[in-house]
């Protein structure tokens, strides 16, 4: 089992920046891929980006690539999401997730992460 709790949600204007947090707690959390999922209102929760068991590799959606940075730390459980140069269109809760992927395999769909927070809420003023 993984509990997930994210931070750091709130309210920025445009072209400002946010960094989330999403501390777990259980076992083995370098053993677990790490995502963040974001749903709009009115919207499917779709994939932001995702990070591999060590941090050596990232995955992000178009939409965020090159705004957007996930980070690792395994000694402290913890996943990062650094945003920049947010937009109204960022506006979304924000949901960190894990993910028993494996290897060879990247999870950017919902199904593929078996444990989820509770979600932040990011909202970005025009």
């Known amino acids: 089992q993984v509990q997930l709790v994210e931070s750091g949600g709130g309210l920025v204007q445009a072209g400002g920046s946010l960094r989330l947090s999403c501390a777990a707690s259980?076992?083995?959390?370098?053993?677990?891929?790490m995502g963040w999922f974001r749903q709009a209102p009115g919207k499917e929760r779709e994939f932001v980006t995702t990070?591999?068991?060590?941090?050596?590799?990232?995955y992000y959606a178009d939409s965020v690539k090159g705004r957007f940075t996930i980070s690792r730390d395994n000694a402290k459980s913890t996943v990062y999401l650094q945003m920049n140069s947010l937009t109204p269109e960022d506006t979304a809760v924000y949901y960190c997730?894990?993910?028993?992927?494996?290897?060879?395999?990247?999870?950017?769909?919902?199904?593929?992460?078996?444990?989820w927070g509770q979600g932040t809420q990011v909202t970005v003023s025009s």
């Open positions: 997730a894990a993910s028993a992927s494996a290897f060879g395999i990247v999870p950017r769909g919902k199904s593929q992460y078996g444990y």
């Open positions: 990070i591999s068991w060590r941090g050596g590799n990232t």
């Open positions: 259980g076992r083995s959390f370098a053993s677990y891929f």
